[in-house]
C-alpha cells in the first residue's frame, strides 16, 4: 500500500513538473502531431495516467473500497492491453508495409510534420539533431542520409530479438 501511496505521489510530482515546462515554453496543441512529437506531453500523459491508476489502488487497499479495487484491476487490464496493440502496430509499421498502408497508416507524414516544425521548437530541433548527427553504438559524429523511418527499420531488423527480448521482459512481470 505504501508503494502506491509513493507511485501516487511521484507520478502527481512528474505531471506537476510537465505542466510547469509547457506554461515555460508556452506550449499549444493545435494537432495530434503537436502532442506526441513533444516529450513534455507525453510525459504528461503517461503521468496523468499513472496518478490516476496509483490512486485508484491506493485508495482501494487503504479504505478496502471496492469499487477502486475493480477500477484499478479494470484500469491495469485494459492498460495492459493496449501496450500489446502498441507493440503489435509498431512491428506492423516496421515489417508490413502493404499492412501498414491499408490501415492509414503513414510514419512519414509524422516524420515530415516533425521536419516542418523544426524552426518552431528548439525540443523538437535537438531531436531531430541528435538523431541525424550522432551514432548511439559507436559514439560517431556522422550524418546519416537514409532518412529516419529507414533507420528506424534497419535498427529493428537488426535487434529484433533485443527488442523482443525486452518486451518480453516489460510484459511478463505484468502477467
Known amino acids: 500500500m505504501a508503494r502506491l501511496a509513493n507511485s ?11 505542466i510547469w515546462i509547457l506554461v515555460e515554453k508556452e506550449k499549444t496543441v493545435s ?20 496518478f490516476v491508476v496509483s490512486f485508484l489502488g491506493w485508495i482501494g487497499a487503504f479504505r478496502e473500497n471496492i469499487c477502486c ?22 512491428f506492423v509499421v516496421v515489417f508490413v508495409p502493404e499492412a501498414r498502408n491499408q490501415l492509414g497508416i503513414y510514419p512519414e507524414d509524422s516524420l515530415r510534420v516533425a521536419i516542418e516544425k523544426y524552426r518552431d521548437d528548439p525540443d ?10 550522432t551514432d548511439p553504438l559507436t559514439r560517431t559524429a556522422a ?33
Open 124 to 133: 523538437m530541433q535537438n531531436l531531430i539533431d541528435n538523431f541525424q548527427l
Open 31 to 50: 494537432s495530434i502531431y503537436d502532442f506526441f512529437l513533444d516529450g513534455a506531453c507525453i510525459f504528461l500523459l503517461v503521468s496523468l495516467i499513472a
Open 69 to 90: 479495487l475493480k477500477g484499478y484491476h479494470w484500469t491495469m487490464t485494459i492498460l495492459f492491453f493496449v501496450q500489446i496493440v502498441i507493440v503489435i502496430l509498431i
Open 8 to 18: 501516487s505521489l511521484v507520478s502527481g510530482a512528474v505531471a506537476g513538473l510537465m
Open 143 to 175: 550524418i546519416h542520409t537514409d532518412g529516419c523511418l529507414k533507420a528506424i527499420t534497419d535498427f529493428m531488423n537488426n535487434n529484433v530479438i533485443v527488442v523482443g527480448g525486452v518486451l518480453m521482459g516489460v510484459f511478463i512481470p505484468q502477467v
